[in-house]
């Protein structure tokens, strides 16, 4: 029979404990938790590994800009919001580059803030164009993908790509508000203060 994995001193489970028990609030356990995290590179990874979903969101728009005329906001949903995640991305990396070149230096702070600060306005934004991308998407339900001439026709691959990531986006959204409701809703762990 396995046994559960155990927790070695100095695993990332440590880390993300202590974390919990030394952060001053919830945005403070976050950026505790992201860079502990980060020095094991797993946060980098998953960064640079879900880097190709938002790639793939924007050539997929800008390939087949042209081939769905019955909506042609569609190609474009998919532009701008592969270009903003991407970027989202490419700035929480690069913080967390930062973070390993200075070790946390004074600079370091000011721009995880001012990161973190964009980062929720541009969080904010995704949501926005997720919505719109619904109404874009889903209304115009079973569009036309086999006649090019129809007036309702919309290239399947676009419109089902943009279909698919619509579903994903709300799943994702929905795990990360699920997530931070449980950070920032729980009571933090008992704390004691050393003279």
Not at 16 to 30: E, N, Q, S, V, Y
Not at 51 to 60: A, F, G, R, Y
Not at 103 to 116: E, K, M, S, V, Y
Not at 176 to 194: A, E, K
Request: proline letters at 6%.
């Amino acid at each position: 029979m396995d046994k559960p994995a155990e927790t070695t001193p100095g695993s990332w489970r440590d880390e993300l404990k202590t974390a919990r028990h030394t952060a001053t609030g919830p945005i403070d356990f976050w950026t505790q938790s992201r860079f502990a995290l980060s020095r094991r590179g797993f946060l980098f990874g998953c960064i640079c590994g879900t880097m190709s979903v938002p790639c793939s969101m924007l050539i997929s728009g800008a390939i087949n800009i042209d081939r769905c005329p019955y909506q042609p906001l569609v190609p474009i949903w998919m532009i701008v919001g592969g270009s903003v995640a991407l970027a989202t991305m490419i700035a929480n990396a690069l913080d967390i580059g930062l973070y390993w070149c200075t070790n946390r230096g004074p600079g370091h702070d000011l721009a995880t803030q001012i990161i973190n600060g964009i980062t929720a306005v541009v969080i904010l934004f995704l949501i926005a164009w997720l919505i719109a991308g619904s109404v874009w998407v889903w209304g115009i339900w079973r569009p036309d993908t086999s006649d090019s001439t129809s007036a309702t026709f919309c290239y399947a691959g676009i419109y089902y790509y943009a279909f698919a990531m619509l579903i994903v986006g709300y799943v994702v959204t929905a795990g990360l508000t699920m997530c931070c409701g449980h950070i920032f809703c729980s009571d933090p762990p008992n704390r004691t203060v050393s003279p």
